[in-house]
């Protein structure tokens, strides 16, 4: 299809493209034109053209699932009547997006746009927090009140529903806004035109603060299988409701989030190649600074105990194993943990327990892990005389077991103890964590080898 479209660009032929438009969804027809605008295959005019072939309600759903370069060169080439009615056919929700994404001065372009009500809506998201259920929140849902008659409420919805994000679920409010209750559409379809919306709502309303946490939002829609979850003030009175499509951006951006700092990178808001070879390197090059200034604690260790490796050089070919041993335990420990801590399977509540869990796997795998170990060990070493497999093998085989214990503790505890100081428990995943334990299983090692070698420092 993308090369059909770009064949018809070059041959002139728009009536031939908008005949393909208009048999694909909106999503398809934005990663059309962005291609065309990402691979520089198309220029700005002609991307502005293809826009403009699109009829206007299919054009602002189009808008939406374009990234922010891609939107702010069409508004740039829109004139003042076709930014309205862009800006018209937006979701509020999705206008606070785009000037949250765009510069000041095409931000002061989509407000003259907006009507003075949008405007005010504009301004009143904008002031929660950022991250919380205000903020991503749209105001344009379906209220009724609790005297209206079934037949009531579905000429309302008829008459309002193409103007609004979702009419699947209708909110029942007081004269003031309180929440009282929901419905579904299927509710209102099969009850009796003449029953009271107050008599067949559902009372138990599952709502979140204007202050909650996103990713707490998020969370309830996998929980509870929503399509729209009602966002209440502390008096708990409705001001807008978020959807199940701004909890799936919620959910990918936390992902990729986490992902990042679990590989010691600052997360960037911009893809990977719209983001600069700069900006890469100064999203990385801090972490990478603090984890190999702390590795050269293991060093110093190494270096206290140069008596121990002159007396048995062999030690020192163990460290290796040790260390990457211990590393890949603590990165399965805290990545699980994490993981848990993000479904809501752990709790800081559940320290002691996720500890002593921990520690039983931890004593299961060190076991099977130190016993292999000892039988490579006198294996390899079985026919050198020069070498005391039997104590090299005890020496490391111990030092395995010990390693395993320590990296799996400390890849449970530091995930949730950075929970304990608010911060994000995917900071201690796998890079911090396999430094920790380098240092830590390096001394345990050599203390060790002090006592089976009978070595004097």
């Excluded at 030690?315 to 990545?335: E, H, K, Y």
């Amino acid at each position: 299809m993308y090369e059909i479209v770009r064949q018809a660009v070059e041959e002139r032929d728009f009536k031939r493209v908008k005949d393909i438009f208009s048999h694909l969804e909106e999503a398809d027809i934005a990663d059309l034109i962005q291609g065309f605008h990402d691979n520089q295959e198309v220029d700005a005019k002609d991307i502005s053209l293809l826009f403009r072939l699109l009829p206007k309600d299919t054009a602002a759903e189009v808008f939406t699932h374009m990234d922010s370069d891609m939107k702010e060169l069409l508004i740039n080439s829109f004139t003042d009547t076709e930014l309205e009615d862009v800006v018209d056919n937006l979701f509020i929700d999705d206008t606070v997006d785009l000037i949250e994404e765009m510069p000041a001065n095409v931000v002061q372009r989509i407000l003259h746009a907006s009507d003075s009500q949008s405007r005010r809506l504009i301004n009143m998201i904008l002031k929660y927090p950022e991250d919380s259920a205000g903020s991503i929140m749209t105001t344009e849902y379906v209220y009724v009140f609790k005297e209206m008659t079934v037949k009531d409420t579905l000429e309302k919805i008829r008459s309002l529903g193409m103007v609004k994000e979702t009419v699947y679920t209708i909110y029942v409010t007081s004269q003031h806004r309180r929440l009282l209750g929901v419905l579904s559409i299927l509710d209102l379809l099969t009850a009796d035109d003449d029953e009271i919306v107050g008599d067949i709502m559902d009372t138990d309303v599952i709502t979140a603060l204007t202050t909650e946490d996103q990713e707490n939002v998020a969370a309830m829609f996998a929980k509870y299988d929503y399509v729209a979850l009602p966002v209440v003030d502390n008096e708990n009175r409705i001001v807008g409701i978020v959807t199940f499509d701004d909890a799936m951006d919620v959910v990918e951006e936390e992902a990729t989030e986490d992902i990042a700092h679990m590989a010691a990178v600052s997360p960037s808001e911009e893809s990977y190649f719209k983001t600069s070879v700069f900006t890469h390197a100064k999203n990385r090059i801090v972490w990478l600074l603090v984890l190999m200034l702390s590795s050269t604690v293991s060093s110093v260790i190494i270096g206290h105990y140069e008596a121990a490796f002159a007396a048995v050089p062999l030690l020192v070919a163990s460290i290796p194993t040790l260390t990457g041993t211990g590393g890949n335990c603590g990165s399965q420990a805290s990545t699980i943990v994490i993981r848990a801590m993000s479904l809501g399977e752990i709790q800081l509540k559940d320290f002691f327990k996720v500890m002593f869990k921990e520690f039983r796997i931890s004593l299961l795998v060190s076991v099977i892990l130190g016993t292999v170990n000892f039988f490579r060990i006198y294996i390899q070493y079985y026919n050198d005389p020069t070498v005391d497999q039997m104590r090299l093998a005890i020496c490391v085989s111990l030092a395995i077991v010990a390693a395993v214990i320590m990296s799996k503790l400390i890849g449970c505890i530091l995930p949730m103890a950075a929970k304990a100081v608010h911060l994000d428990p995917a900071l201690m995943a796998a890079p911090l964590i396999s430094t920790i334990v380098d240092a830590s299983t390096t001394l345990v090692f050599f203390n060790i080898a002090l006592v089976v070698f009978n070595i004097s420092m």
